[in-house]
Every structure is written in C-alpha cells, then in structure tokens.
C-alpha cells in the first residue's frame, strides 16, 4: 500500500482584493487479495485472487473576493477543477474511471435598505465530464450545467436569521431544474438554538463509484438504460441545549429530518442472483431519520 498526498496554498490579502489559490495531489496504489497472488504472472484462474487499485488526482482552485466602493456590495468568484482517474481489478473484473471537472461560480452581494436584509445573486457554470470501461464495455457521459441563483438572508439582532433562496440550472441531459431552499435559525437565549431547513435537490448516480464492492464478488453489474436523476425533497429540524452540571459544561441536541423522493436510483441485489441491477425505483421513498447526543 503506497499513498503520497501533498496541498500547497497561496493567500493575498489586499485593501479591496482577498485571494486564495491552492492545488493538491493524491497518488494511492493498493494490492490485495490471497496469499497466494502474484502480481508479477498473468491474472488467470491459475492465479490466487487478487485486487488492485491506482488512484490519481489533481485539483486546484482559486477564490476572490472583491469590495466594491459601496462598502456592503461586494463580489466573488470561485473556480476549481479536477482530474481524477482510477485504474481497478478484483479478481478478473477491471474497471478503469477518468472525470475530468470544471466549476465556476460568480456572486454579487449588497445589503438592501440596511444590514438586515442582505441578497446574494450570482451564475454558475459546472463542466463533468466521465469516461469509464467496466470489463471492456465503455460508459461515457459529458455534464454542462449553467445555472442562475439568488438568496435572500434576513437577520434580526442575533435572535432570528432566514436564508431563502432559488436555484435554476439547465442541464445539457435532464433539462431545466428548479430547486428552492429555506433555512432559519431562532435563539430563545444564549444557550438554546432551533434551526429548521426544507428544500429541494437533485443529483447524477455514479453507479460505478458508488456501487464498487459489488466488483469484489461474483456478481455482475447491469445498468439500466436511460438512468433519470435522482430528486428529493428534504427537510429538516435541530434543537440545541448548552448548560452547566457539576462545573462542567455539556450540551444536548435533537436532530429530525425526512427526505421524500420524487426520483431515486436504486441498487437492487435481489432481483437476480448473479446480478446487480441499477435502475430508477418506480413508486414511493422516504428516508426518516432521528438522533439525540
């Protein structure tokens, strides 16, 4: 096992300008599987089962942020990209995935009469591109997604903030999306928060990077044609206590949320033996979910 992993980052902090801009690298090479493997001989059946798996990857990214003459406007741009590429066997299953990204985003901010009420509006722009091979059979699929968005926040004193906010993105596959978001966030005092969030998302399946400790059994992968996205709507509640016992401080908190599918994708192990079969589920999903610490 052989990992190397290295992030430099350069700041500039300026009278109107503030910048960051950073790259990283990982370089991962993994070999597993029987005793009795050699990678050094052909993986045959006359060979012991083994596993191997190269990863490398590269990222930079670069945010700015500029003040403008009116002192509560300002705007910012943020950019990223990435490569990564992962070369893969178990056994005599290969798999080998390259995505190449790109991300732009630029935002406007001001305070509108004064500083409760602040708006942010801004255009994105997400480039993914995905070229994969699972056992000699290619899959590839290029994203371009513009996008246009606009939140408003309102703030009263430090007891009460609301976040709401529109998204819509054109997707070069799937079409326009619209997606709302809300959050708030109530103080009762010091020591007792509620937060409360509802909203909406959306997302591509990377079957193949999701479902990958299916290539480490006898199973095959089967994907269905024409995988639609998966949509959700998610909602959510947190309360949050801080108090003093004994001259120590502790805290408790209560966490609620529900996400509703309107599309998922699912990865059904039981509808063959021998397969994996990934496809859009047709009909209701809900996911619930409670938590005390």
């Known amino acids: 096992y052989t990992m190397l992993n290295g992030i430099q980052r ?3 902090q ?3 300008i503030e910048s960051m801009f950073g790259v990283k690298a990982l370089y991962e090479n993994r070999t597993g599987g029987q005793l009795s493997y050699n990678p050094d001989i052909p993986r ?3 060979n012991g089962y083994g596993i191997g798996i190269n990863t490398r990857r590269m990222e930079a990214f ?3 942020g500029i003040l403008l003459p009116n002192p509560s406007s300002s705007i910012g741009t943020v950019i990223s990209g990435i490569y990564h590429r992962q070369e893969a066997f178990f056994g005599l299953t290969e798999y080998t995935g390259e995505q190449k990204n790109l991300y732009i985003n630029l935002l406007y901010q001001t305070n509108v009469v004064n500083k409760a009420h602040q708006v942010t509006t801004g255009i994105s722009f997400m480039y993914d591109d995905y070229d994969e091979t699972y056992n000699n059979t290619p899959y590839r699929r290029t994203e371009k997604v513009p996008g246009v968005f606009a939140e408003y926040t309102y703030t009263y004193t430090d007891k ?3 976040v709401s906010g529109l998204r819509l993105d054109y997707h070069n596959l799937y079409g326009a999306m ?3 978001r809300m959050h708030l966030r109530y103080n009762f005092n010091p020591n007792s928060t509620l937060r409360a969030s509802a909203g909406r998302g959306m997302r591509v399946a990377n079957v193949f990077a999701e479902n990958m400790g299916i290539f480490a059994s006898a199973r095959q992968l089967v994907i269905a044609q024409n995988l639609q996205p998966e949509t959700a709507w998610n909602y959510g509640i947190n309360f949050t206590h801080k108090f003093t016992l004994f001259d120590r401080n502790g805290y408790i908190s209560f966490d609620a949320y529900r996400t509703d599918f309107t599309s998922q994708v699912i990865a ?3 509808a063959s033996s021998n397969q994996l079969q990934v496809y859009n589920l047709s009909g209701k999903s809900f996911a619930n979910s409670f938590q005390v610490e």
Do not use: E, I, Q, V
Request: net charge positive; glycine share 4%; hydrophobic share 35%.
């Open 268 to 270: 059904d192990a039981y």
């Open 178 to 180: 619209l997606n709302p």
């Open 14 to 16: 300026g009278k109107y």
């Open 10 to 12: 350069w700041k500039y």
């Open 62 to 64: 670069a945010k700015t």
């Open 44 to 46: 045959t059946t006359a």
């Open 160 to 162: 009460l903030s609301l």
